[in-house]
């Protein structure tokens, strides 16, 4: 796999782009098969120190992670997230939860964009993690009431995804069915996404 700044091979191929992106967008995808090593501290922190400046409505920041990276840690997270993805990420050394704070606005309304903001940082950590030679998969398959209680979140906050964090692993480990799956995804053309003007999509 390349560490960065030049997508591999598999990327180019699945991943065409008729205008210059920074490699390291198109090289993030989400593998199944994690190697069991451990990230170490330096690295790991330093994608939630990117996660940190990501751009939030009213710099509300209202992202909160909670890291499990000690064998206890992971398996009380084990115990909410649903069987099809215990069954991979139980390999990843890392798990966090991201978890976002139902902000106000300066009116005391609830805040509209709490989960857009919660989800610019995960994309922030995401892609500094490909910056670091490191993968990292998100998870919306876990159960978010058993979560919030078991790590302890009142209603203030929403659980969001849980992402494994770790090094690319030989997906030999993997189900046939996950296998298939393990190479980067593609996606819709840009005229469907981009509209000049006026919105002109179905
Ligand atoms: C909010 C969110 C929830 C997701 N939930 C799951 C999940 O529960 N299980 C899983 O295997 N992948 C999950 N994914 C991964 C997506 O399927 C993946 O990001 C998407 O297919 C695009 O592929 P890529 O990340 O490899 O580019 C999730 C991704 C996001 C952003």
Redesign the pocket.
């Known amino acids: 796999m390349a560490e960065t700044n030049r997508p591999d091979d598999e990327v180019r191929e699945a991943r065409p782009t008729a205008y210059e992106v920074h490699p390291n967008v198109l090289q993030?995808?989400?593998p199944?098969a994690f190697d069991e090593r451990e990230v170490p501290e330096e690295l790991l922190f330093g994608l939630f120190e990117a996660a940190r400046y990501a751009p939030s409505a009213n710099n509300e920041q209202p992202w909160r992670y909670v890291l499990a990276r000690t064998k206890e840690d992971r398996e009380a997270f084990y115990e909410f997230i649903?069987e099809?993805?215990r069954s991979w990420c139980e390999r990843a050394p890392a798990l966090a939860l991201l978890a976002a704070k139902k902000t106000s606005t300066r009116n005391g309304n609830p805040m509209r964009t709490y989960a857009f903001d919660a989800g610019a940082s995960w994309a922030t950590l995401a892609l500094e993690a490909t910056n670091k030679g490191l993968v990292t998969?998100?998870?919306?398959?876990f159960d978010a009431a058993k979560a919030k209680e078991a790590l302890g979140f009142t209603d203030d906050y929403e659980p969001?995804?849980v992402i494994a964090i770790g090094y690319r692993g030989d997906p030999a480990v993997l189900t046939e069915g996950q296998r298939e799956r393990e190479k980067?995804?593609p996606r819709k053309p840009l005229s469907e996404i981009v509209h000049e003007g006026k919105f002109t999509g179905e």
């Open positions: 993030r995808w989400s199944r649903n099809g993805n998969h998100a998870m919306g398959g969001m995804i980067p995804s």
